[in-house]
């Protein structure tokens, strides 16, 4: 006879991949409902595809999972954004307002003397105004994640990243991420220099994949894939603004893939 007062097995956790969208730093809200998840632990990950900044989530939730559970995949999350802002928060992630993000008021952002500079600045090679290659994403990378553990764990991961002169999409998985490689993926070609691995130059994965959905297409993944996107793909309003108007090609740019 059941016991009245025995308290209701928990509910089987659903076994699932994630698909986790690049946006910059949008991503702080994808880490939201990422913990969120987490905290409700009703979802068994088996695989992340990812990239962009959505592949620093999904490293750093997998090496959160392999050192303690969900609660170390929240923890593993939340050193990881703060880390980033520690670097320079939203502006390390390349807004394309990153030149006018620091004024708050809309008057001198219309002034045409100031909308000159910003064309002026926004027309530099990272190669002219980042000659030394300095990445603040570097050192928020290595101190949040534990690479080893990535590579370890069962929880199988996909970074896309773009190769430049071949104009293809790479698949990066578990042996193979490193710092360079989430790197490669979250690599905006305006702010950043191209980053390379194995001899080839790569850009961010969002271009051709974001995210790469074909590898979950494997008999032995879950069916059932939970995409986190981040670029809005409807605007009420056209853009009218310099900064706006690049914003907006951005998040089509970025969703066409998925489109």
């Known amino acids: 006879m059941r016991n009245p007062f025995r308290r209701p097995d928990p509910p089987a956790r659903a076994p699932v991949c994630l698909a986790l969208q690049g946006g910059g730093a949008h991503g702080a809200f994808q880490w939201g409902v990422l913990d ?42 939340d050193k990881l954004w703060r880390e980033i802002n520690q670097s320079g928060g939203r502006n390390v992630f390349g807004d394309s307002n990153i030149w006018t993000a620091a004024f708050g008021g809309g008057w001198l952002k219309d002034n045409p003397l100031w909308r000159a500079g910003e064309t002026l600045a926004l027309s530099l090679s990272p190669y002219e105004f980042n000659p030394f290659n300095l990445n603040p994403l570097d050192r928020a990378l290595k101190a949040a994640i534990d690479f080893e553990a990535v590579r370890a764990s069962p929880i199988r991961l996909f970074v896309a990243a773009t190769a430049v002169q071949r104009a293809r999409s790479r698949i990066f998985t578990n042996p193979e991420i490193t710092d360079r490689v989430l790197l490669a993926s979250a690599c905006l070609p305006h702010l950043f220099q191209a980053v390379e691995i194995d001899g080839e130059d790569y850009w961010d994965g969002g271009y051709l994949a974001n995210p790469p959905l074909w590898p979950l297409f494997s008999g032995d993944l879950p069916k059932d894939i939970l995409l986190l996107p981040l670029n809005p793909f409807r605007r009420d309003e056209t853009p009218r603004k310099p900064g706006e108007i690049v914003d907006r090609l951005n998040e089509i740019a970025f969703n066409a893939p998925l489109t």
């Open 36 to 77: 969120r998840l987490l905290e409700a632990d009703v979802l068994d990950i088996r695989a992340v595809t990812a990239s962009s900044a959505g592949a620093m989530n999904g490293a750093a939730l997998i090496s959160g999972l392999a050192a303690d559970g969900p609660e170390g995949g929240r923890a593993a999350l």
